[in-house]
């Protein structure tokens, strides 16, 4: 599974360039967990999480929220922050396509486009099952990613993202080499990244790389139906009731809305 070691592994960088206001998309999922199951949601699991940035909100509602992200140095650096906060959350340092909760949650959620580390359709199979194994009946899993208008293995564009605090300034300029090495069988491309801090007076540039697996609306619908387990309820173009993926400025994202069937 691809990881951008220089990035994720500095998690206060990460944080200054990354850090965003999720307050509406913390509402949406608990407005559409409502919605299908008819309760209000008593526990989510973020996986990919990063700083937790969803689970802050959600621990504060007095909602079970568990963070789980390959990279360790995350999840100790959410820990700190949530601790700093006053808020209660889990953290779990493991592999988003094998890991076992000690009890199955309402909903799942993985976002900025983390689902895209997954580079086979096996990995893709595995992972839905395990996030199906770990949903209680009736349970959601909502997936973001870029809109495939705005990024393909043959079109990536052109991304980065920075921000500043307390005189640092950090920018990560995403595939600084226009993400042009593609496998077209595997869908997947090489992407290189930069992240250059400013701290102290002193400039430092960090140099990365991974791989990522671009994957097709339609695509996603075949090997959820494969994996088994889940069903998809929509495929959204933003974090907006009633805003279906499209080809209208409206519909910024592909977001994927998921259902484990309640047999009862």
Known sequence: MAE??????????????????VRREVEFILNEFQRLAGRPLTSILELACGPGYHLRLTAKKGIRSIGLDLRPEMTEFGRRHAEAEGVDIEWIAADMRHFTLDKPVDAVITMYDSVDCLLTIDD???HFRTVARNLVPGGIYLFEMTHPRDCSPWDYGTFFYEGERNGTKVRIDWAVNGGARVDPLAQV?????????????????????AKERFTMPQEFVSIIRLAGGLEVVDCYGDFKAGQRLDNSPASRRMIFLLRKPDRS
């Open 124 to 126: 893709l199979v595995d």
């Open 4 to 21: 951008f070691n220089e990035v994720y592994r500095r998690a206060s960088y990460y944080d200054i360039a990354f850090s965003r206001d």
């Open 189 to 209: 491309s090489e992407v290189q990244t930069r992240m250059t801090v400013t701290e102290n007076g002193r400039t430092e540039v960090f140099d990365d790389a």
